[in-house]
């Protein structure tokens, strides 16, 4: 009986930084578990957001635009985790979908049409890297790119 358990250098080495973009089935389950943990929080922030907007509002018309910060985050985050192209928008848009699902003003097309932009936004910053940095820096374009495109 023989047993052979070599590893080839080539089968690690040969697919060079294409490796790196591929997404895994554990890397779906987190993007998918951060964006549903993140349209709950959506969920709540939605009905937080109508006292402090109806402050402001009148104070001066898109003053209210202050408050979208935790609307902006599933993408983000997701992206400082997952580290692969398409992670901010899958999870932002995800967060979109549970939270035109279970309900809010803005109506269902809005608010995942919303997700799909905020998240193009930042998957554009972090192209611009290369997906290769992951720093505070980065993250805060990145968020700052969603709301731009928001």
Do not use: C
């Not at 049409?113 to 910053?125: D, K, N, S, T």
């Amino acid at each position: 009986m023989h047993t052979h358990t070599s590893t080839s250098a080539s089968s690690t080495t040969g697919t060079g930084g294409a490796h790196r973009f591929r997404w895994r089935v554990i890397d779906i389950v987190i993007a998918s578990v951060l964006g549903v943990a993140a349209g709950l929080v959506f969920l709540l922030w939605n009905i937080a957001y109508l006292g402090p907007s109806n402050f402001l509002s009148p104070l001066l018309p898109g003053l209210q635009g202050l408050l979208d910060g935790p609307w902006l985050f599933a993408g983000v985050l997701g992206a400082l985790i997952i580290r692969k192209p398409g992670a901010a928008l899958y999870t932002e848009t995800l967060a979109a979908v549970v939270s035109a699902l279970v309900g809010n003003t803005w109506g269902g097309f809005l608010t995942i049409e919303a997700g799909l932009v905020q998240g193009l936004g930042a998957e554009l910053i972090l192209l611009i890297f290369f997906y290769k940095r992951w720093s505070l820096p980065v993250a805060v374009l990145a968020g700052m790119g969603a709301a731009l495109a928001g």
